[in-house]
Each structure stands twice: as structure tokens, then as C-alpha cells.
């Protein structure tokens, strides 16, 4: 089924006010899939619909940018958060190089140099059925609470830190 022509331009006027396929359906009476039908069969409606869809961000755009001026220029005295949050979020969706608020919360700069790290130590819920192999220099200590009993046992090998000198 074919669109008719005053069909298919009700369908770009509702693309050219909101941006999107489902408007310009909307404004046409039509189905979204029939607008998609017809979209893969006319390569000029296609054209056409991509021109209107951008037009309809581009006014979406203008439009937020209209009620963040006019809060600027002319403050009221509660002012509407979330009317203002919406215009902010479509201006920074549909306004090339708008950028809306950001926030540098701080920033770390320099350099760490580790030299010697000590491995944390493994804390097992049970007692380990097989100790480390042989040849490693481990500590094992078991944990206990207040009244003495068995918490859990901590294996934590030993760090030796020093220079190695060439004679």
C-alpha cells in the first residue's frame, strides 16, 4: 500500500516538529510500519524524511535553548528544576558544541613509585588442609576471638627489602 502525497507530507510536518519517525506517524494517522514500508521504497521520502527528522532536532534544540534563556533573563523566583534539567539535556543532544553544566571535582597529579610491596595476607575460613611449599619463608597465625575460639588462619609470606651491590 502506497502513501498518498498529503499523507506522506502530514507524515514530515510531525517529523519536522518533534524529530522522529513515530511523530511524523502520529501526524499522519498512520502505522509506524507503514511509514517504514514506505521509507524503503522511496528513496526521495527517504531523503526527505532525513531533512524533516533533522530539522525536528534541530528545533527541539532551539526550543531548549529558548527556555534556558529566558530563565537566565528573567528569573522568577522558584524556578522549575526539572523544566530546566529537560532544556539542558535537549540542547546537549541536538546543539553541536553545546555543552551544558559540568564539574571538575578535583584532580590528582603525580607520580607513585613502589618500591618494595608486601603481599596481603590470605584469610581462609578453615584451616588450611596443606601449608605453602616447602622453601618459601611463610608466617601462619591463626585468629581467635575473645573467648578463644578458632576465627580463621592468616598465611602471609615474609617481604625482604634491600640492595643488591655489585663488588
Known sequence: MRLSDDAKE?????????????AGALAANI??????EELKK???FRKRTNEAKAAGKSNLGESGLDVIVEYALNPSEKTDRNRLTAAIALCNAFIPGFRGVSTVQGRIDHAV??????????????PPDKMLQ??????????????????????????????????
Do not use: F, H
Open 10 to 22: 502530514q507524515a514530515l510536518a510531525g517529523m519536522r516538529l518533534l524529530g522522529t519517525e513515530k
Open 42 to 44: 522511496s528513496a526521495v
Open 31 to 36: 502505522t509506524l510500519e507503514a511509514l517504514k
Open 113 to 126: 613509585r613502589v618500591i618494595t610491596a608486601v603481599p596481603r595476607p590470605n584469610y581462609l575460613d578453615k
Open 134 to 167: 616447602s622453601g618459601k619463608r611463610t608466617k601462619k597465625i591463626e585468629i581467635l576471638d575473645e573467648q578463644g575460639n578458632y576465627i580463621g588462619t592468616q598465611t602471609v609470606e615474609e617481604a625482604i627489602e634491600g640492595e643488591v651491590i655489585n663488588d
